[in-house]
Structures are given as structure tokens and as C-alpha cells.
């Protein structure tokens, strides 16, 4: 050590013997322990706990031995400074592992001394799990047995057999005698400690935490692990109920059942919540127990999905979430910085006369001896020093539970009222479906608990749906969302608790019938709105499909039905983005594509594993898979379908080598039929997406899988112009990276192909006037089939492509740069296509009939397009029309004039 640390611990060693008399009484017998403190050589005092004395002690000797000498070393450490209070409390908590294990053998070996002591553990949970033990804490184990391996005696029943043990580590570790003691242990963590043994057949706990456990019980766990004993056990039972703790889809009920547990402490222990002499560090306002409850709570709401959160320790975790960021950095470093002082306050307090103390001392010379004890003047300074420090947890604290706000009025009159206030023009109609909501008119809404959640949640409801774009529209499809539920608690305790999120729904139910139809089906996509990442653009194609690939453990429905939930989950926010004007429908749907393709290769890899163990492997050749249309451009919308077509490389002779053999075309056309149901098929968990194969090669009579070189053949001699046009959008998707090459290649040659111009144009305008004729558009707002629309568009940009063999991008807002840039088409085509884009993707959501919308709706698309107002709006479609139609009317002429000379 160096001189400067080892100074230190002789000051603090004189403020130990001078303050704090159970350190005093210590040190008169730890001698050894003493002199090396003295001499300020803090390693050789902590060293020194392992040598507690003669081989012939017992067991219960050794341990409180261990104990004493611990505590001394440990206290002038934490005293001096040179020690953390991370190191402090990992000290103890490794000393408390190490006591309970060893006891936990002995007990054991007392009744079955030739068998291995096994199949029993204890699970340690509060700041002993966590490894923040307290300098005097009880420690508060969760003790678990396996019936089957836990050694007992010929005519011991397990459950008897494993508390006798459990009794007799209690003994072992808190009996006090001359030697004092080890921990004193409190077993009441343990579920309904009134009416059960003080061990617990593990098959048992896990019945009571997956169905009966309390929300608080849950909490706890976030700091709970497999301390002593045997930790494979211990380890497997908390993987068993890792679901229980980190739930994907929240129960704000826990989140309530913690902020109320909060309130019943400081009600509980109102004397100690005012700041000064008799102030509780620890459960006072803006004490110990509000930064640990800080950082549970955002654990709670967010670790279910971020697994990097799950950190047990406090200081731990409000890195994790600052790292995240969830808590901004300078509340991390007041929150950090509080507990510490808090932690250390504490042990000061506890060092006096080894009391698990927790509150300040009322009487002002016993507040002065603490702080001095601290190396502080008095007990002024020591309040000076915490006052900040408690005004800001406690100020934090409370902005997670606000004042409850008052509830919705019954009487008919005052309600209404308030419903015209909150922005609801018809508030008879409103009021009518609040009270049939509040009478059980509902399925979801009859039980006693959730009408108590219903009206926590309504003020802010009504007052959400009423600031929506449409409240009517808003509140019907509310309605028509709960309808569908089999219970509405989860949802409202969530939107109680995250009033955000309950506006973003009201511009949701109001704008979007696409995604209100989703929330029907599925209410906890909400939840995916929780996170701030939400508003994000989605990750990249590699790391979707890395997310969405089937898991070791997970069976191949299990995970189409857990690829469906995060797609959709997905795409609700990509929708959100939409709708709240956070991004721009370009992106959007550029986004929306990254994800069809991350989950088209994730099912792809686990259907090809699947066909395999079947049909074994074709020798030589692999399935190929090609994007086309909106899908190929990687711009989709939310409606899109995927337009696809199935391919496969080597010899279409050859046969699969497995257990059921198939020739090679037969084989890779089944394995195309279950690609597409893997992608297509509704499941448990809904749909995904409308699958479209008719691009193929002859269309829908054709093969579905055809071999490349069948494909390479056809393309040269049996294609039309406009699946040549069509090639033009292609994108190799699916295959290795040598397959996906070649077919690139086959793409790329056709598409160079030397061309009759005049054929080209004239076969282009007579396939569109054909589309024109039988799919005439749906409104007055489909942007895609209207005259000088995207289509339109599209044709005039294949034309000019295959016409001069150049501009080729899949991306149609890259090729139409590229050929404006040749000066093959005017600039005004840029805009005209990003409006008319911008246009489609929006509307797809919020007027999927391509009608024209209401104002609200109106609105959104005027924000998504950029523009100031519903005029603008509608001038600049016109103008792009005009733009559009003046470079396709041009072709058209062109094949007007071609087919007179003709």
C-alpha cells in the first residue's frame, strides 16, 4: 500500500476506536487483525479472515471468527476511503456466499455424512443478491430442494428432511454466542412464508411464481441469483422463471404495486420522512429505497426487451440505463453519487454497535459521534453534506408518481361537460360509450379489477382521444379494440402509466385504420412504442435477420409464430413513424422493406433446415429467391405484398439424398410451396404477408421454382417487353452469395440486351392502355393508377432503361436520378416521383381506398408530404401529374407514329 493510503487507515482506525464502541470490542480481539491496521497494511488485515483459528474449532466457530475479523478489516477500509462501497458490499456478499454454502454442506453432511451434499440451494435475493450487502444486514435467501437428488435419510420425507436442513443452516449462521454471530437470516422472501416449510420443493415455487406470485415478488427478483449450494439448481429455476421476472409484454401492475409500496413506506415510517436528526436513509423520501425503486422501474418497463438492463446491482444498473439512454447522464451521476454517500452514511451508523440501523440519530451528540466517525466535524455537516443529495432523489422520485388526477365525473351532465371540454363534438354519443365501458358492456372491462384500472386510466384517456385528429373516429375504434380483448388490465395500467402513449394511440385510432386494425388484434403493440428506439429506423437487413432467426432452443412453429409477432411489432411502428410525422415515408419505406427481407431470410434458412431433415440436400444446387416490384425496389408499403420468384442452380436431373428423396425440380418446387407458407400462412400469432408468385416465368401455369438456367433461357427467348420491364425492379434476395451472383449476372445480360425501340414502346403503351382498361384506379387519390401517376411513371422510366441500356437500379428513386443526370429525362421528374411516393405510403395507411380523407387525415398527409396545407398539397400532385404525363404522353405518341408507318 502506499504511504498516503496506508496513513489513512490508521486515521480511520483511530476514528473506529474513539466512535464506534462494537469496533472497539473488535479490535480488543482480533489482535492480529488490529496490529495490521496499525501499521496501515489494509491487505494483510483482510487477508488475515481466513485464518480464524485451530483446526479443532467447529464449524459455527470458524464462521463467527471469519465474521469478526471481516468486519474490522472491512470497516477501516470502508472508514479510510481506500476501499469503494462496491468493494465493501462485494466483500460481504461473497463472505455471505461463502458462510451459507459451507453451512449448507455441513447441514447436510450431519444427516447424510457419505453422500455429496446436493439438490439444495439458496437463492439470494435483496442487496445480498445484487452483491451490495449491508455492513449489519440480515441476509434474505430463497432456500429450494429437488425432491429427487437432495440426500436424506432411508425414512425421511423430502420436504421434512430438506427443513431440518433448512433450520439447521439457519442455526449455524444466526445462533449467537461467545463467538457472537454469522448473519442473522430472515427466510420470509420466500413464497407465503406463514404457511410453508422454510424450504420449498422447487417444482413448487415454480407453480407459485408463474401463477400466483405478487407484482412486488417479481421486482425482487431482478436482484435475485443462485448464491450457495447447489448452483446449477438454482441456476436452472431462475432461467425456469426469467419470464416472470423480464416479460416482453409489461404489467404496469407491478410498476403501480411498486410506486404504491413507496407511498405505504413513507406513510409507514412518516417519521423518518422529514429530512434532519431521526431522518430514515433508507426509507425515508429521497432515501436508499427510491433510487433502488428509480432504477427497478426501468428495469421493469424495459428489460424484457433489453436484455443489457437485467443488471442486479443499482449502481449497474443506472449505468445500464444510462447507457441506453433511458436516464440521462447527469441523473445517473446524482442518482450514483447519492447512493454511494447514502450506502456509506449507513454503515457508519451500523458500525456503532453493529445495529441494522438505518435512521440518523435523533439525539444531537449521538448524530455528532456518527458524523465524526465519518471524519466530519458534527452532525451539521453530516446533514449539510446529505440535504442535496435528498432533495434531488426525492424530487426524482416523485416525478415517476405524479398527484393522482381526479377522477372522470358519473353523473351524466358533468361528464358530458368534461367530454366537450376535452374536444368530443357529440359528448351525448362519448358519454353513452364511457358509461356502457364503466357498466361491463364489454367483456374485457367486467371484473371488479379491471373497471379499478379503467378509471385510473380515463381522465387521461379522455383527454388523449379528445386532443386526437378525430375524436369520434378515435374513440370508436377504441372501442372496437377492447371488444377483441379477454382482458383490458395490462392496457390501461400501461397508458396510465406512460400518458404519452395514450396520445400517440389517439392519432393512431384517428388516422391510420391499417395499424387501429392491428392494435384489435393485438393491443400489446403498444408496448413496442415504450422505447424510444421505436421512433427509429429499423436495424439493418443482417441484423433483422440475426434477430428473427430461429433460436437453439425453439421449435420451427414456435418461431413462425415469434417471427409474426416482431415483424408486426415492426411494422406497427414503422406505421407510428407515419402517422406522428417522425420520418419520412420514403424512409419509411425503405425501412418496411429491410424488414420483409430480414424475415424472408430468417424463415427462408429455418424452412430450408426443416425440408432437409425430410429430403435431405440436391448435390450441387440451392434455392434461389428474387424480389420484384415494390419489394425489389426496397420500397414497400404497409399493404405491400411480396412479389417473388423462386429459382434454383445445378442439374434440374438431379435427386435430394435423404430419407425421401425427390428428383431436384420436384424438390425445389416443394420447398418454394413451403417458403412461401412460412412467409404467407396465418398462424397463431396472425399474418404476415401476401405473397405473390405470378411474375414468374409463364405466370401462374408456369413452375413455381424454375432452374437459373431455365430462367436465363426463357429471358432470352420466351419473355415479353413487360417482364423485361418488370427485370428492371429485380433483386436477388435469397441464396449464397455465388447463387445470388449468377442470377445477377442472367438479370444484368437481359437487361443489356440490344432492343427494337420501336417494339419496345409499342408493346409499353399497349400493356399499359391493357392495365388502364382493367384496373382502372380506385379513387381519386390513387396516386399509382391515376393518369400521370406512378405507373405512368414507372413505364416511362423501363422504357427509357431497356431503350438505352442504361439507369439500372432496382431502387426507383436511384434509377430516375441516374437517367435525369444522362439528360435522358427532365429534372421535374424528381419531385413529381417523391411526392407521388410519398403520397402512396402514406395513404396505404391512412385512406387504404385511395378516397380523399377527412380534415384530420388530410392534415397527416400534408405533414408526411412536407407541405404547408390541403391546397398546397393538392397543386403539387397536380403539377407532378402534368410532369409525369407530359414524358409518358410523349411515348405514347412516339408509338402512335411507330405503328402509322407500320
Known amino acids: 500500500m502506499s504511504g498516503e493510503n496506508a496513513t489513512r487507515v490508521q486515521e480511520a482506525l483511530a476514528r473506529a ?132 437428488t437432495l440426500p436424506r435419510r432411508a425414512r425421511d420425507e423430502p420436504v421434512e428432511a430438506a427443513a431440518r436442513i433448512a433450520r439447521r443452516v439457519v442455526e449455524l449462521l444466526q445462533a449467537v454466542d461467545g463467538d457472537g454471530y454469522v448473519f442473522r437470516v430472515d427466510l420470509r422472501l420466500r413464497p407465503s412464508p406463514e404457511a410453508t416449510p422454510p424450504a420449498l420443493p422447487i417444482s413448487a415455487a415454480l407453480t407459485y411464481y408463474e401463477s ?84 427497478q422501474i426501468h428495469q421493469l418497463i424495459h428489460g424484457g426487451r433489453d436484455p443489457s438492463l437485467r443488471a442486479p446491482a443499482t449502481l449497474d444498473a443506472l449505468k445500464a440505463l444510462g447507457r441506453a439512454g433511458l436516464v440521462g447522464a447527469e441523473e445517473v451521476t446524482a442518482l450514483s453519487e447519492a447512493y454511494r454517500l447514502y450506502r456509506s452514511v449507513e454503515h457508519r451508523l451500523q458500525m456503532v454497535e453493529d445495529q441494522q440501523t438505518h435512521s440518523l440519530p435523533r439525539d444531537a451528540a449521538a448524530l455528532d459521534n456518527v458524523a465524526k466517525l465519518d471524519g466530519r466535524t458534527d452532525g451539521a455537516a453530516l446533514l449539510d453534506a446529505l440535504r442535496p443529495h435528498v432533495e434531488r432523489v426525492g424530487a426524482r422520485y416523485d416525478s415517476l408518481d405524479p398527484p393522482e388526477d381526479q377522477g372522470l365525473p358519473r353523473d351524466e351532465a358533468p361528464l358530458e361537460a368534461m367530454l366537450v371540454s376535452a374536444g368530443f363534438v357529440d359528448a351525448k354519443v362519448a358519454a353513452q360509450r364511457v358509461a356502457q365501458w364503466r357498466g361491463g358492456g364489454v367483456r374485457a372491462l367486467r371484473s371488479p379489477a379491471a373497471q379499478q384500472a379503467l378509471e385510473a386510466v380515463l381522465p387521461a384517456l379522455v383527454a388523449a382521444l379528445g386532443r386526437a385528429p378525430d375524436p369520434a373516429t378515435a374513440l370508436n375504434r377504441f372501442d372496437a379494440m377492447l371488444s377483441r380483448l379477454p382482458s383490458a388490465i395490462n392496457l390501461f395500467r400501461l397508458l396510465e402509466a406512460r400518458p404519452p402513449l395514450a396520445r400517440l394511440v389517439g392519432d393512431v385510432l384517428s388516422l391510420a385504420p391499417a395499424l387501429a386494425e392491428m392494435l384489435s388484434r ?114 414497400l408499403t404497409h399493404a405491400s405484398d411480396l412479389d417473388l420468384v423462386y429459382l434454383f442452380t445445378g442439374d434440374h436431373l438431379a435427386e435430394s439424398d435423404g430419407p425421401k428423396p425427390l428428383g431436384a425440380t420436384h424438390y425445389f418446387n416443394r420447398l418454394a410451396q413451403r417458403v412461401t407458407a412460412a412467409l404467407s400462412v396465418p398462424t397463431a400469432a396472425g399474418p404476415l404477408y401476401e405473397v405473390d408468385t405470378r411474375l414468374r416465368p409463364s405466370g401462374a401455369q408456369g413452375l413455381l421454382a424454375v432452374s437459373l438456367d431455365s430462367f436465363a433461357r426463357y429471358q432470352r427467348e420466351g419473355a415479353w417487353a413487360w417482364e423485361h420491364m418488370a427485370l428492371a425492379r429485380a433483386r436477388p434476395v435469397y441464396g449464397s452469395a455465388e447463387g445470388r451472383t449468377a442470377l445477377q449476372a442472367t438479370i444484368e445480360e437481359t437487361l443489356g440486351r440490344e432492343r427494337e425501340i420501336a417494339t419496345l414502346i409499342t408493346d409499353a403503351v399497349k400493356m399499359r392502355g391493357d392495365m388502364a382498361r382493367h384496373k382502372p384506379p380506385a379513387g381519386p387519390l390513387d396516386v399509382k393508377l391515376i393518369d400521370g401517376g406512378l405507373v405512368d411513371l414507372e413505364f416511362a422510366i423501363h422504357v427509357t432503361q431497356l431503350g438505352n441500356r442504361t439507369g439500372f437500379d432496382p431502387r426507383l428513386r436511384v434509377a430516375l436520378s441516374a437517367l435525369i443526370d444522362a439528360g435522358l429525362l427532365p429534372e421535374a421528374l424528381r419531385p413529381a416521383y417523391e411526392l407521388l411516393a410519398r403520397i402512396l405510403v402514406t395513404l396505404r395507411l391512412i385512406s387504404p381506398d385511395a378516397q380523399e380523407p377527412g380534415p384530420a387525415a388530410r392534415d397527416a398527409l400534408v405533414r408526411a408530404c412536407g407541405l404547408p396545407d390541403w391546397p398546397s398539397l393538392l397543386a403539387a400532385l397536380d403539377e407532378a401529374r402534368q410532369s409525369v404525363q407530359q414524358v409518358w404522353g410523349a411515348i405514347v405518341t412516339q408509338a402512335g407514329h411507330a405503328a402509322g408507318e407500320a
Open 522 to 635: 393485438r393491443a400489446e403493440l403498444i408496448d413496442g412504442l415504450i422505447d424510444a428506439s421505436a421512433l427509429e429506423p429499423p436495424a439493418g437487413v443482417a441484423a433483422l435477420a440475426c434477430r428473427f432467426a430461429r433460436r437453439d432452443d425453439e421449435d420451427y412453429q414456435a418461431m413462425l409464430d415469434r417471427v409474426r409477432r416482431e415483424v408486426n411489432e415492426l411494422r406497427f411502428a414503422e406505421g407510428v413513424q407515419i402517422v406522428s410525422a417522425f420520418a419520412d415515408p420514403l424512409e419509411v419505406a425503405a425501412g418496411y422493406s429491410r424488414i420483409a427481407e430480414g424475415a424472408l431470410l430468417a424463415l427462408a434458412d429455418a424452412t430450408v433446415v426443416e425440408f432437409e431433415r425430410a429430403h435431405g440436400r440436391v448435390a450441387g444446387g440451392e434455392l434461389l429467391i428474387l424480389a420484384l416490384g415494390r419489394f425489389g425496389g426496397a420500397a
Open 17 to 148: 476506536l474513539a466512535h464506534a464502541p462494537y469496533l472497539r470490542r473488535l479490535a480488543g480481539r482480533e489482535t492480529d487483525v488490529r496490529i495490521a491496521l496499525e501499521q496501515g497494511n489494509l491487505p494483510a488485515a483482510l487477508d488475515s479472515y481466513e485464518n480464524p483459528g485451530s483446526d479443532g474449532d467447529s464449524l459455527a466457530s470458524q464462521l463467527r471468527k471469519k465474521k469478526r475479523r471481516l468486519a474490522l478489516a472491512l470497516a477501516v477500509g470502508d472508514l479510510s476511503g481506500v476501499l469503494t462501497i462496491e468493494e465493501v458490499t462485494g466483500h460481504l456478499s461473497r463472505f455471505a456466499d461463502h458462510a451459507l454454502g459451507l453451512a449448507i454442506e455441513a447441514a447436510i453432511r450431519e444427516r447424510t455424512p457419505d453422500v455429496e451434499p446436493r439438490g439444495f440451494v439458496a437463492l439470494a435475493l435483496g442487496k445480498h443478491g445484487s452483491s451490495e450487502l449491508n455492513y449489519s444486514s440480515d441476509i434474505d435467501p430463497i432456500l429450494l430442494f429437488d425432491p429427487e
Open 212 to 295: 400466483s406470485a405478487l407484482p412486488w415478488e417479481r421486482a425482487a427478483f431482478i436482484r435475485a441469483r443462485a448464491a450457495a449450494g447447489d448452483i446449477a439448481l438454482g441456476q436452472e429455476f431462475l432461467s425456469a422463471i426469467r419470464p416472470f421476472v423480464w416479460r416482453r409484454s409489461l404489467d404496469f401492475g407491478a410498476l403501480g404495486e411498486i410506486r404504491a409500496l413507496t407511498r405505504r413506506i413513507r406513510s409507514h415510517y412518516e417519521g423518518g420522512q422529514r429530512f434532519g436528526p431521526g431522518y430514515d436513509l433508507k426509507r425515508g423520501r429521497g432515501g436508499i429505497r427510491e433510487v433502488e425503486f428509480f432504477a
